[in-house]
Nanobody
Framework: QVRLVESGGGSVQTGGSLRLSCKVSAFPYCMGWFRQTPGKEREGVAVIDPVGSAQYEDSMKGRFTISFDADKTTLYLDLNNAKPEDTDVYYC???????????????????WGQGTQVTVSS
């Protein structure tokens, strides 16, 4: 069983930066960051595959960066030029087992972290 533990959420002002971290206990095949507003479906923010190829939600391109440090077994999401609409609970997700494409679809991910709140104030 893969465990994912997030940290690094918090409050930041518009235009500021924040780094989210997700410590994993093993190596999921796909890894990614998702966001969820209460009452809505979990949405893919950024995902990364085993060779390091990343996909981003359009509004995050150029502002967010996903990366994985294999030595630290930690997944990161760097939020830059934060906007109030980035406010949400962010979840780290991992898929155990092969999949054709590590897409930003929550249904292909098998393990989740506990979530961390990100609040961007104007």
């Amino acid at each position: 069983q893969v465990r994912l533990v997030e940290s690094g959420g918090g409050s930041v002002q518009t235009g500021g930066s924040l780094r989210l971290s997700c410590k994993v206990s093993a190596f999921p095949y796909c890894m990614g960051w998702f966001r969820q507003t209460p009452g809505k479906e979990r949405e893919g923010v950024a995902v990364i595959d085993p060779v390091g190829s990343a996909q981003y939600e359009d509004s995050m391109k150029g502002r967010f960066t996903i990366s994985f440090d294999a030595d630290k077994t930690t997944l990161y999401l760097d939020l830059n030029n934060a906007k109030p609409e980035d406010t949400d609970v962010y979840y780290c997700g991992g898929r155990v087992g092969y999949f054709d494409v590590c897409a930003r679809r929550q249904d292909i991910y098998t393990n989740w972290g506990q979530g961390t709140q990100v609040t961007v104030s104007s």
